[in-house]
């Protein structure tokens, strides 16, 4: 299996050539650029061509972006949100532009993917104003043809609002009047946000035929905690699974929680790796098997103490 990772981890922090050289020097291959002003300036030339060269310095390879959500990050606070949904066409327009703004990455450093989220969480909206349909919709049609010109697809991420369900976004792409983006757009089924909406391996049967990528982190079932696996209660015995019933041979992709102090989570990939590895090898029957309760296995989890 192929592992990637985030710069979400270190999110707090104006990234840096060190923090490659972390990432890198923790076995990962692929990088998912967290784009948020304050952390990455995405729309200036001179921070795309420094990045450029840290891919190089590092080995890391570039494998996807994740499109704005707020305006700035400014010392770990979150800024303003960005909804691509918004009611208003002033604010839909606003959050499009940040999107296409750190797709034009790509012009310098090719990468797969441009991770998009349609709308905001539930838990962040202040009224149905940034969850419109029919903006989500026309946006996801405007990144997507600007995303297909630079060789590019576009992952629509699973969040937990009515427009971000794993049911609600294969609809949307398979929509067959309303303009479908085709092969430009797929899913990014993140794994954290599906255990809270309802059951990990339901949400991968359901998006199984539009699966791009991935983000992995887990919870605790009540709060998005971007905990490092086996920290909350999906069962990666039975994610994992289900990841190879339907054939996605993509990368595992690491959204951990961004501290100031992100080795001891780089610390603790080292064991979750190995435990995916050894679940990856089992047959099918030993894994579900050790998903049952009662299992010796279940509930135990992998130990992530040094």
Not at 173 to 199: F, K, S, T, V
Not at 213 to 233: A, I, K
Not at 246 to 273: M, N
């Amino acid at each position: 299996m192929r592992y990637g990772i985030s710069t979400h981890l270190y999110y707090g922090q104006a990234l840096g050539p060190a923090h490659l050289a972390e990432l890198a020097g923790f076995g990962f291959q692929d990088l998912e650029l967290f784009a948020t002003r304050g952390h990455f300036e995405y729309a200036r030339q001179e921070a795309i061509a420094a990045l450029a060269g840290w891919l190089g310095d590092s080995g890391l390879r570039l494998r996807s972006v994740h499109a704005p959500l707020v305006d700035r990050i400014e010392n770990g606070d979150w800024g303003r949100l960005l909804s691509t949904a918004a009611k208003s066409e002033e604010a839909r327009r606003e959050a499009v532009a940040e999107c296409l703004a750190s797709l034009e990455i790509a012009r310098t450093i090719p990468f797969e993917f441009l991770v998009v989220h349609l709308g905001v969480p539930d838990a962040l909206a202040e009224n149905g104003d940034e969850n419109e349909p029919a903006s989500a919709r026309r946006s996801l049609e405007e990144i997507a043809g600007a995303a297909s010109a630079l060789g590019v697809r576009v992952a629509v991420e699973v969040v937990p609002n009515a427009l971000s369900t794993p049911e609600a976004l294969v609809q949307l792409l398979g929509e067959q009047d309303g303009g479908r983006p085709g092969p430009a757009a797929g899913i990014c089924l993140d794994m954290g946000h599906a255990a809270l909406m309802g059951d990990v391996a339901d949400a991968i049967d359901v998006v199984s035929g539009d699966l791009l990528t991935t983000h992995v982190h887990d919870n605790r079932g009540r709060w998005d905690d971007h905990l490092v696996p086996f920290e909350g209660t999906i069962d990666w015995a039975t994610t994992l699974m289900s990841l190879q019933k339907v054939g996605y041979d993509g990368a595992l992709v690491f959204e951990l929680a961004g501290t100031d102090t992100p080795r001891e989570s780089l610390e603790k990939t080292r064991a979750v790796r190995e435990r995916f590895e050894s679940l990856l090898a089992l047959p099918f029957d030993s894994r579900a098997a050790s998903a049952r309760p009662g299992h010796p296995e279940q509930g135990r989890g992998v130990s992530l103490e040094p």
